[in-house]
Structure formats: C-alpha cells, structure tokens
C-alpha cells in the first residue's frame, strides 16, 4: 500500500505570496493532520481535519487555513508568506477512529523556501 | 510553545551501547508516542504507550511512562548505525486531537 504522499517536494516562493500545499493519505484513513517544522526544533502542530471537519488547531495565524475533501485529500494554504514560513511542512494521516489513542503515519514532507 | 522537552539534545555512543533518551511534558495526556525522524524528512512512528500503561517493549525499544512526574523514556539497547536519527516524543493532551511534540534528541551512533 502506498504511504501517505506530498506534493510538491519542494517550493520556492517570495514574501507576500501564497502556496498550497498538497496531501494523500494512506488509504482508508479519514483524519490528516499538518505540522510546520522549522529547522532543529520537532514539529508544530496546524491543523486536524476529519471527515472534511476541522477537529483541531494550533496557534497559527489566520494566514494559515486547509481543508479535506470528500476523498479524504487535503490542502494546506498560507497566504502573504513571511520569510519565517519557511520550514518543513508535514502531513499526517491517521484512521480516524474517534478515539484518542491513534497511530499517525507522516509523510515525506514539503520543504518550503521564502525568500 | 511546545509541551515536550527531550532531555539530551544531542547523544553520541558507540555501536552496541543502549541509549537513553528522556521526554517531559507539562499538561495530562491521553498517550504518549516517540518518533524517528532520519535528515529532516518524515517522522517513522515508533511507539505509543497510554497513560494507563507503565512500560511497553517493541524489539530493541523500550519505553516507559511516569504519569506522575509528566516524563517518558526511551531506551533504545544494542544500537547500530542505522539507528542515527532524531528522535521526538510526542504527546495527546487528554480531550483532545493536539499533538505536541518536543524538541528531540539526536543520537548518533558511532560504527
């Protein structure tokens, strides 16, 4: 089975821009989540999603905002970058079981750059 | 800020030395994971111990939970170069889907 993919690997941008970030999860997983890791420090948790609902979210500006499609797929947006968006941005599917004891299966990540 | 702290930051030994590697939090979780993470690329779970549990064995990993002080330990025996990597613990704040993950350890291991 495939694990979970991102796309792209790697992004370029300049301040001010806007990037979307892509993500599929294992199949049969329903709940994906992103994180921001900046370089030498563990990953910041964004975003929750399940069943296209938002079920959790860490401190980040509005600028920040995903959503989850009907197949389970999501998208990470970030509007009018700074230069210190620039980190790996991670995604993470889960079942999504309703429980709180979950595995979470991580993705290659997104390296972006803004320059 | 982050909840989890990994306590050391950087560790070196020798192939075949155990290491250890602590994690601290500060709020009541639902559970408590570790994480591998090889040249900042995606996390590999390791893991997952719940709040009810005291330890939990999976191969050369051990892991060990002190609900009580809020900390975690991670002792990986008989290491091997393969197992150069970083290391984070991450925890499920109770009520929630949050996860928090610490600042990491990384481990070199020494052929």
């Known amino acids: 089975d495939a694990g979970v993919t991102q796309s792209p690997t790697h992004l370029i941008k300049t301040r001010g821009q806007h990037v979307t970030l892509r993500c599929s999860p294992i199949s049969g997983h329903k709940s994906v989540s992103w994180y921001q890791q900046v370089l030498g420090q563990g990953p910041q948790f964004i975003f929750q999603y399940y069943e296209k609902e938002e079920r959790g979210r860490g401190n980040f500006p509005d600028r920040f905002s995903a959503r989850q499609f009907p197949n389970y797929s999501s998208e990470l947006n970030v509007n009018a970058l700074l230069l210190g968006d620039s980190a790996l941005y991670l995604c993470?599917?889960?079942?999504?079981?309703?429980?709180?004891?979950?595995?979470?299966?991580f993705g290659p990540g997104t390296r972006l750059l803004v320059l | 800020s982050q909840q989890g702290e990994e306590d050391p930051q950087a560790l070196s030994i020798q192939e075949g030395e155990n290491a250890t590697m602590n994690c601290s939090y500060k709020t009541s979780i639902n559970n408590l994971q570790w994480y591998r993470q090889n040249s900042g690329r995606g996390l590999v779970h390791l893991i997952l111990i719940r709040s009810n549990e005291r330890e939990k064995h999976s191969g050369r990993l051990r892991v060990t939970l002190d609900t009580s002080k809020k900390s975690s330990s991670l002792l990986i025996t008989a290491s091997r170069a393969a197992d150069t990597a970083s290391y984070f613990c991450a925890t499920v704040r109770s009520g929630t889907y949050k996860y928090i993950f610490g600042t990491g350890t990384r481990l070199k291991v020494l052929a």
């Open positions: 993470a599917s889960s079942l999504g079981s309703g429980t709180y004891q979950e595995t979470q299966y």
